[in-house]
T-cell receptor
Framework: AQKITQTQPGMFVQEKEAVTLDCTYD???????LFWYKQPSSGEMIFLIY??????QNATEGRYSLNFQKARKSANLVISASQLGDSAMYFC????????????FGTGTRLTIIP | GAVVSQHPSRVICKSGTSVKIECRSL??????MFWYRQFPKKSLMLMAT?????????EQGVEKDKFLINHASLTLSTLTVTSAHPEDSSFYIC?????????????FGAGTRLSVL
């Protein structure tokens, strides 16, 4: 069975600093996808970034990058130059490639950016 | 990113009534949509997978007669909470899977906050 672990329930970061949100996963599938979503207080889930298990390079999307270490089974999200609008819950998720492709979510990290 | 619309955003109803929530993919077709439930300060819990033109697949412990799912078109899935009770009060959020090679990203709606009195 798949499992996602986010060990940081909350983080406080000074504005303009970089922040790393941790995510480790466990799966027996050789092929999988890893995702990060942002959930502001409004409730919507915003897709941030995707990393495939066979991707050779770490994914990047603007200020977001994913530090993918396959041997360690970690997929940490790095946000550069944090902004006040980055304050939100962040969820790491994994998708099995075969089957109905449902997502398994971690418990989330609440990030608060301090001005 | 892709746009998924969920309606209503908030609903308050009396115990025993039924509530229908709509999930639409606005700029892409989605053969598969997903329905989640989220309790306060908790993660998302998958309730069911909605497949266009076929029956939904429910997760273990989710009552299919309680949570009716219909996926009648490639852009619309509905969740009906039948005979709602206060314990059904929660945040319900849908997603639509956009196929794009290996990525197949799930894009989410804004969620529906259901309060049953």
């Amino acid at each position: 069975a798949q499992k996602i672990t986010q060990t940081q329930p909350g983080m406080f970061v000074q504005e303009k600093e970089a922040v790393t949100l941790d995510c480790t996963y466990d799966t027996s599938d050789p092929s999988y996808g890893l995702f990060w979503y942002k959930q502001p207080s409004s409730g919507e889930m915003i897709f941030l970034i995707y990393q495939g298990s066979y991707d050779q390079q770490n994914a990047t999307e603007g200020r977001y990058s994913l530090n993918f270490q396959k041997a360690r089974k970690s997929a940490n999200l790095v946000i550069s130059a944090s902004q006040l609008g980055d304050s939100a819950m962040y969820f790491c998720a994994m998708r099995e490639v075969f089957g109905n492709e449902k997502l398994t979510f971690g418990t989330g990290t609440r990030l608060t950016i301090i001005p | 990113g892709a746009v998924v619309s969920q309606h209503p955003s908030r609903v308050i109803c009396k115990s025993g009534t039924s509530v229908k929530i709509e999930c639409r993919s606005l700029d892409f077709q989605a053969t598969t949509m997903f329905w989640y439930r989220q309790f306060p300060k908790k993660s998302l819990m998958l309730m069911a997978t909605s497949n266009e033109g076929s029956k939904a697949t429910y997760e273990q412990g989710v009552e299919k007669d309680k949570f009716l799912i219909n996926h009648a078109s490639l852009t619309l899935s509905t969740l009906t909470v039948t005979s709602a009770h206060p314990e059904d009060s929660s945040f319900y959020i849908c997603s639509a899977r956009r196929t794009s090679g290996a990525k197949n990203i799930q894009y989410f709606g804004a969620g529906t906050r259901l309060s049953v009195l």
